[in-house]
């Protein structure tokens, strides 16, 4: 179904009101079947919508970012398209500076080749492009800033969030949000696109391993929330060429998860476990194991506390 047929019913909804089939339908010009066909639709997708005799309401509000106002505070074009493959796709075929929006992905990918996926209203996903004058060869720590800059811009909104090396957000053990960074290079520039997705509202039927926003914020998210996470995003990335590795180290470790936790690490040929240290000037983590210190890549592994 296309996102101009369900869109207008959770817009419709998004207040957060009791609305009867016939009303919905007289609103969007349909009739009560495509109205219940639509809501269905909604359903499979995730979006928890209660269904009585008199007529459909969320069961929890959802967040629909207005383009807008969002525009109007940020430094970038941004961009919001109600459904698409991937933004993380989307921009870097694009190759343009941009922060694209979407309240939906068919096909949204986290790190490590994994499926990422959200009801629509339910999480902030979005990407930014941005074009950097150096090499890929010199964006190691990149993953690093961004993170403690996702990481640090939710401290300042409230959220307890630290940080789980190498780029996932978590608070009291339970993942809130993860970044996606991919890299294009172009002779001595690379165009940098940084993918996250934040929960902002629990989704049924996922494991209890993941905490949103609604967990903790005593209050709704709102687009100049998003548009602070944008902007802090995007000076992080074009600062980056400039920034000292120590400066690095010691950011990291102010907002660090992992460090002097027992963590298992898999991925590597062989597995690995041992006490988590910090990370050296390329962003890699070191682990103190039985046998001495190993340093680890973030392409390379997954990272569990044990
Ligand atoms: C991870 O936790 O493994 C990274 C998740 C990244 C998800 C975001 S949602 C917006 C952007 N588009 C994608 O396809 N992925 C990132």
Request: proline fraction near 4%; glycine fraction near 10%; hydrophobic fraction near 40%.
């Amino acid at each position: 179904m296309k996102p101009s047929t369900w869109m207008p019913v959770l817009a419709n909804l998004s207040k957060g009101e009791l609305i009867s089939g016939s009303d919905l339908g007289a609103v969007l010009n349909v009739s009560r079947a495509a109205v219940w066909q639509r809501v269905e639709y909604l359903k499979g997708l995730g979006v928890q919508i209660g269904a009585t005799d008199f007529g459909y309401q969320l069961k929890h509000p959802i967040y629909l970012p207005d383009l807008a106002t969002i525009q109007s505070e940020v430094g970038l074009a941004v961009d919001l398209i109600p459904e698409v493959s991937s933004t993380n796709t989307v921009v870097l075929e694009s190759r343009a500076e941009q922060c694209l929006m979407t309240l939906y992905q068919n096909q949204g990918r986290g790190r490590r080749g994994k499926r990422w996926i959200a009801p629509p209203g339910h999480a902030l996903m979005l990407s930014i492009g941005v074009w950097l004058d150096c090499g890929i060869q010199d964006l190691s720590g990149l993953s690093i800033d961004v993170g403690v800059s996702l990481t640090r811009a939710l401290n300042t909104l409230g959220v307890p969030a630290r940080l789980k090396w190498p780029n996932d957000l978590w608070i009291n053990e339970r993942k809130l949000a993860g970044l996606l960074i991919e890299l294009q290079g172009d002779q001595d520039r690379t165009f940098v696109v940084l993918g996250f997705g934040l929960n902002l509202w629990p989704i049924s039927g996922v494991d209890a391993s993941t905490a949103s926003i609604s967990d903790v914020l005593n209050r709704e998210w709102t687009d100049c929330d998003t548009a602070f996470l944008i902007n802090e995003l995007q000076q992080t990335i074009r600062d980056y060429p400039t920034q000292a590795p120590f400066n690095r180290i010691k950011r990291y470790n102010e907002v660090a998860l992992l460090n002097g936790c027992e963590v298992s690490v898999t991925g590597v040929q062989r597995s690995l476990v041992g006490i988590a240290q910090g990370i050296d000037e390329f962003g890699r983590l070191c682990i103190l194991t039985d046998g001495g210190a190993e340093y680890v890549s973030a392409g390379d592994v997954s990272v569990r506390p044990q």
